[in-house]
């Protein structure tokens, strides 16, 4: 079985300041592991998504996420907040190959204050 | 840019009452999936087609939620008789491929039950 944690339900931070969203995975077998954005009303966007090959992953709109094995972490970080940056943010893990099924933790609110 | 369709985007419905939710998954995507996202949580997998067949639908409460995709296109998600805990959004996604991480989100269908 696998599943995600995401601590917290809120992070707010100023325009400007470095965003740090936590999620840490659980998998019995290597594992994908994926976050997404969700703006009010509207469907998941994926950000980004590690997939074995480096660990250090650079995805859109100035994420970047670093998968570490031995602490079961994948954080999304962002050195700079933006407002557009506020949503939800999702962060998933599937096993690999055909019919591989998503597993979303609860979600994370992210605020950016100006 | 191709997204994936859905309605209706919202709906009111009583308790006990039949509701219908439609979904256009990108043209060419062989994969589509149904996702339930109850308010402050992540989308669960509801059911997963590959073409007309149904992939997984261990999730889907059979006794009330029927799903199909008849020729392999658009599909319906159907919940007969609703109840209250069925308050969601019901996400679509489509993919060309079957593994996670390729999958494009419609934007939703807002279910309130009363």
């Known amino acids: 079985a696998q599943s995600v944690t995401q601590l917290g339900s809120h992070v707010s931070v100023s325009e400007g300041a470095l965003v740090l969203l936590r999620c840490n995975y659980s998998s019995s077998v290597p594992p994908y592991l994926f976050w997404y954005v969700q703006y009010p009303n509207q469907g998941l966007q994926l950000l980004l998504k590690?997939?074995?090959?480096?660990?250090l992953v650079k995805g859109i709109n100035g994420f970047e996420a670093e998968f570490k094995k031995s602490e079961t972490s994948f954080h999304l970080t962002k050195p700079s907040a933006h407002m557009r940056d506020a949503a939800e943010y999702f962060c998933a893990v599937s096993s690999t190959g055909a019919n591989s099924k998503l597993t979303f933790g609860k979600g994370i609110t992210l605020s950016v204050r100006p | 840019e191709a997204e994936v369709a859905q309605s209706p985007r919202y709906k009111i419905t009583e308790k006990s009452q039949a509701v219908a939710f439609w979904c256009d998954p990108i043209s060419g995507h062989a994969t589509l999936y149904w996702y339930r996202q109850i308010l402050g949580q992540g989308p669960e997998l509801l059911v997963q087609?590959?073409?007309?067949?149904?992939?997984?639908d261990s999730q889907l409460p059979k006794d009330r939620f029927s799903a199909e995709r008849l020729k392999g296109v658009d599909s319906t998600l159907k919940i007969q008789p609703a109840e209250l805990g069925d308050s969601a959004m019901y996400l679509c996604a489509s993919s060309l491929a079957r593994t996670s991480g390729s999958e494009y989100f419609g934007p939703g269908t807002r279910l309130t039950v009363t």
């Open positions: 590690y997939t074995s090959a480096a660990t």
């Open positions: 087609f590959q073409d007309e067949s149904v992939v997984d």
